[in-house]
């Protein structure tokens, strides 16, 4: 089954404890990200990717790291998280069609992170 | 920056009624895509539009683009129950470049009385 999978669904953590919310798709996608949502904000992107080795800021990149190393996974890193990294995080992945345009996102099923 | 906006920020409509709402957006774009999302959960594609398309169906969905004000709407006829969910609009932006990230508006959020 296509799927792209997040681990973990629920996290609790405190302030300033490394983590890693991991992402996998199965699709054989060019394209990954990151997104985070919050009430009122809509989702907003954190950081995406567009090949292996090829990693780009989005929209609040600050607090985050990302790495493409294989082309299924693209793991999130939160260094030293805060409080107002407490989110709810959407992984996402797609092909990528002519002239650069991206098809269709397939979205995991979110990460709930809350960070004391 | 968010590239596209959604409006109205929410609808209230009576089952069986049908529910339009609009994207905005910046710059030229490839395509254009709606999603759906069920409160919490990840979101879900439904249609995507060409920037050389000008209407688009599928099922009780019909989608327009209008490249000329920059802006789509997704039009939902004969709504159900089950469509109460909130619906996003994509798109990237694309610069010399090559395009930035898939980015997604503030969503529109549909409730559909029973």
């Known amino acids: 089954e296509a799927q792209v999978t997040q681990n973990p669904r629920y996290l609790i953590t405190v302030t300033g404890k490394k983590l890693t919310v991991t992402c996998s798709q199965n699709m054989n996608h060019e394209y990954m990200s990151w997104y985070r949502q919050d009430p009122g904000l809509g989702l907003r992107q954190i950081y995406y990717?567009?090949?292996?080795?090829?990693?780009d800021k989005g929209d609040v990149p600050e607090g985050y790291k990302v790495s493409r190393k294989e082309k299924r996974n693209f793991p999130l890193i939160l260094e030293s998280p805060s409080p107002n990294q407490t989110s709810l995080y959407f992984c996402a992945s797609s092909s990528i069609g002519l002239a650069g345009a991206y098809n269709e996102q397939f979205f995991g099923p979110g990460t709930r992170l809350t960070v004391l | 920056s968010q590239q596209g906006e959604e409006d109205p920020q929410a609808l209230s409509i009576q089952e069986g009624e049908n529910a339009t709402m609009n994207c905005s957006y910046k710059?030229?774009?490839?395509?254009l895509q709606w999603y759906r999302q069920n409160s919490g959960r990840g979101l879900v594609h439904l249609i995507l539009i060409r920037s050389n398309e000008r209407e688009k169906h599928s099922g009780r969905l019909r989608v327009t683009l209008d490249t000329s004000k920059k802006s789509s709407s997704l039009l939902i006829t004969a709504s159900r129950a089950a469509d109460t969910a909130s619906y996003f609009c994509a798109t990237a932006l694309y610069s010399g470049g090559g395009a930035d990230g898939l980015t997604f508006g503030k969503g529109t959020h549909l409730i559909i009385q029973p």
């Open positions: 710059t030229s774009i490839n395509n």
């Open positions: 990717s567009m090949n292996v080795e090829v990693t």
